[in-house]
Each structure stands twice: as C-alpha cells, then as structure tokens.
Antibody, heavy 120, light 107 residues
C-alpha cells in the first residue's frame, strides 16, 4: 500500500525546536520530490517547504514564513522525509502534513498529519 | 507571490445539484493547477491535476477546466459524500499557494 506516515509532533514552548518525520512506503521514494504543508486550526492549507529528488540534487525550497528557521531533508535509504523546526513561534501551531509530488505539479499522496502546538 | 482566489467561499446545495467553483490566479499559471477535497480531520485528497486531468479513482461527476488565470471545478450531481471543503493549488512558481477554500454544505 502506498502511504506516508508522519510522526514527531507535540507541544513545544516558543523558541523551542521539533523534528518531524515522514515515513514512506509502497513506492520508489527516491524518484519523487516531497513537500511539507501545514494547516492551522480552522484555517486553510499552507505550503511549508520542498525537497527535490536525487536527480535534482536534493535542492530545497521554503515558504518565506519559515525560511531560516525550518529545514527539509530526506534519507532515501530509509524512505524518510524530515522537517527540522527551530525558533518555533505560536503561529507555527498547526497540523503538519507530508505529501508526494506526482510529477505533474500536484500532490497525490498525503500523510495523516501530525499536530504541532507551540505554547507556553 | 501568486494569489489564488476561490469563489464562492461558501456554497449551500442539495444532493443531485450541479455546482461550480471558480479559482482565479493573480497571474498566469498555464495549466499548473490542482484541486483537492478535504473533509474535517482528514488530509486533502487530490481530485484534479494539470487543470483538467481526473485523478485515478475520483468519480467522473467531478470535472474541471481552465488555463492561464481562470479555472473551474464542477460537480455534476452532488452526492452526500461530496460535502466538504475544496481547495485549488498552483505549482507554477514558488511559493506554492492555495486558494482560501470553498466550503460546500448541505442545504
């Protein structure tokens, strides 16, 4: 079965750090660009960042709201995507999703999401 | 950044109705537009990509069209399971952005 499973969410204080993981299975992970998205409670979807595949030198892109604080990385040998979040702010509180780029400028496989709460 | 504006933001309709949602881009995005359905507490589900291609497994009552700056998603005959929030999304340039969402509710 093709699936993505996120983990690592939780409660963290402002200024703290958290590392999210996304485990992929059922497809050739290394072929795909992979992205992180988030959704604050009661709000719409927001793109966070991207890790391109090996063929594109694993280059990354970030939303302005997280650039310099968040880092997307991947380990193709473990079929895993990561999101390192530093200097967290209350406005980073959201459900975080990883998703697979279907190679046609859209995201066809999504994880179930992991909740990150930034609060003192 | 490219802004995507969906209309309407809220839609009340009945089972069997035909509904159309519009997504307008602040600048041309060719056909790099996708549509998603999201139900409460669930991840988004891809419905349409490259503006008009139906994702595998999505019922044929969903269709879409458009290019450039104006796009539409149509549901030909609403079913009970279609009541959800719908988002458009572009991947023409970075940052990737979404429309604000259209909440489709049962009348």
């Amino acid at each position: 079965e093709v699936q993505l499973v996120e983990s690592g969410g939780g409660l963290v204080q402002p200024g703290g750090s958290l590392r999210l993981s996304c485990a992929a299975s059922g497809f050739t992970f290394s072929d795909h660009h992979m992205d992180w998205f988030r959704q604050a409670p009661g709000k719409g979807l927001e793109w966070v960042g991207r890790s391109r595949n090996k063929g594109n030198s694993y280059t990354t892109e970030y939303a302005a709201s997280v650039k310099g604080r968040f880092t997307v990385s991947r380990d193709d040998s473990k079929n895993s995507l990561f999101l390192q979040m530093n200097s967290l702010k209350t406005e980073d509180t959201a459900v975080y999703y990883c998703a697979r780029d279907n190679q046609f400028h859209a995201f066809d496989i999504w994880g179930q999401g992991t909740m990150v709460t930034v609060s003192s | 950044d490219i802004q995507l504006t969906q209309s309407p933001s809220f839609l009340s309709a009945s089972v069997g109705d035909r509904v159309t949602i519009t997504c307008r881009a602040s600048q041309g995005i060719s056909s790099y537009l996708a549509w998603y359905q999201q139900k409460p507490g669930k991840a988004p589900k891809l419905l349409i990509y490259t503006a008009l291609i139906l994702q595998s497994g999505v019922p044929s009552r969903f269709s879409a069209s458009g290019s450039g700056t104006e796009f539409t998603l149509t549901i030909s005959s609403l079913q009970p399971e279609d009541f959800a929030t719908y988002y458009c999304q572009h991947l023409n340039t970075y940052p990737i952005t979404f429309g604000q969402g259209t909440r489709l509710e049962i009348k």
